[in-house]
Nanobody, 121 residues
Framework: QLQASGGGLVQAGDSLRLSCAAS????????VGWFRQAPGKEREFVAA?????SYADSVKGRFTISRDNAKNTVYLQMNSLKPEDTAVYYC???????????????????WGPGTQVTVSS
């Protein structure tokens, strides 16, 4: 089970940190990813953590994914937010996801409810 939190309304240039708390599986044994979906658009990959982090080009250098094994939680630190980052953000998890599939939402078995991030200009 996954529970995402930390979304909110911020201004362009601000920062937010999203949290994804996992229960039932140790996060250091699974792949945890973040995806987002903006109104009228398809869901897109944001970041994922396996042995190393992987980022979408649109967030590279601004977003950082990390995990706290003791808290079984994955974080997405989002800096220098832009209006185009506005979306519902979802965390997802799966076991046995190969590196080449980490950016595909269909590779993940478990999804948490989304958290809204709104960035005003």
């Amino acid at each position: 089970q996954l529970q995402a939190s930390g979304g909110g309304l911020v201004q362009a240039g601000d920062s937010l940190r999203l949290s994804c708390a996992a229960s039932g599986r140790a996060i250091n044994r699974i792949v945890v990813g973040w995806f987002r979906q903006a109104p009228g658009k398809e869901r897109e990959f944001v970041a994922a953590f396996k042995s190393n982090p992987s980022y979408a080009d649109s967030v590279k250098g601004r977003f950082t994914i990390s995990r706290d094994n003791a808290k079984n939680t994955v974080y997405l630190q989002m800096n220098s937010l832009k209006p185009e980052d506005t979306a519902v953000y979802y965390c997802a998890a799966g076991a046995g996801i190969i590196t080449s599939s980490m950016r595909q939402g269909t590779a993940y078995n478990y999804w948490g409810p989304g958290t809204q991030v709104t960035v005003s200009s």
